[in-house]
């Protein structure tokens, strides 16, 4: 069985500081590891991915993950937020079959 | 390109009815998969079609089902619907080759808002 973990379940910050939001999975097969995120009133927006290659990887609006398999981890990062990046962050693990599982989410609020 | 589009986007019933909720996928892509949102529960997988074939299914009883049509549109059914059906059904639609085994990105839609009283 897989499972997502996202350990922080809301985040506040101010303007300009840096972001980091914790994932952990669990599965014993290949992965491909996402990030989507769910701005307010709108739909779920991949933000990354990861399917192979280099581990860190850079996404849109500034983001990036970095995959460290020895710790099936997949933390997201930025490093200066924007009132903007005010909205959910969720973590999903990729299986056989198109299936993802998701992490909780976090919400992140971002301080003007 | 036009995005994954649902329909209806708000849809309210009684305990008991059932409901049909319709998706179509991004042009070109063969896969569709639908998703469960609620604040308890959180995004859950309840099954993927492609090339008009269910390839997955997550833990919902059997009063959840789907099907895919030849142009790749889904549209999924829940009868007898309970209270605790109420959520957010996400669709997404992915490009995916025939046999493919691992998950593609996958693009989401607006989402139907069911709310069963």
């Known amino acids: 069985a897989q499972s997502v973990s996202q350990h922080n379940h809301h985040v506040i910050l101010s303007e300009a500081a840096s972001l980091e939001l914790g994932c952990n999975y669990s599965?014993?097969?290949?992965?491909?590891l996402f990030w989507y995120v769910q701005y307010p009133g709108q739909h779920l927006q991949l933000l990354l991915k990861y399917f192979s290659g280099d581990p860190l990887v850079k996404g849109i609006k500034g983001f990036e993950a970095e995959f460290i398999k020895s710790k099936f981890s997949f933390n997201l990062r930025k490093p200066s937020v924007q009132w903007s990046d005010t909205a959910e962050y969720f973590c999903a693990l990729g299986a056989a079959g198109n299936k993802l599982t998701f992490g909780g989410g976090t919400r992140v609020l971002v301080k003007p | 390109k036009a995005g994954v589009t649902q329909t209806p986007r708000y849809l309210i019933k009684t305990r008991g009815q059932q409901v049909t909720l319709s998706c179509s996928p991004i042009s070109g892509h063969r896969s569709v998969s639908w998703y469960q949102q609620t604040p308890g529960q959180g995004l859950q997988f309840l099954f993927e079609?492609?090339?008009?074939?269910?390839?997955n299914k997550g833990n919902f009883p059997g009063r959840f089902s789907g099907r895919q049509f030849s142009n790749s549109r889904s549209e999924m059914n829940v009868s007898t619907l309970e209270l605790g059906d109420s959520a957010l059904y996400l669709c997404a639609s992915s490009l995916v080759a025939s046999g493919g085994e691992q998950a593609h990105e996958q693009y989401f839609g607006p989402g139907t808002r069911l709310t069963v009283t």
């Open positions: 079609y492609f090339s008009e074939t269910q390839r």
């Open positions: 599965y014993g097969g290949t992965v491909n």
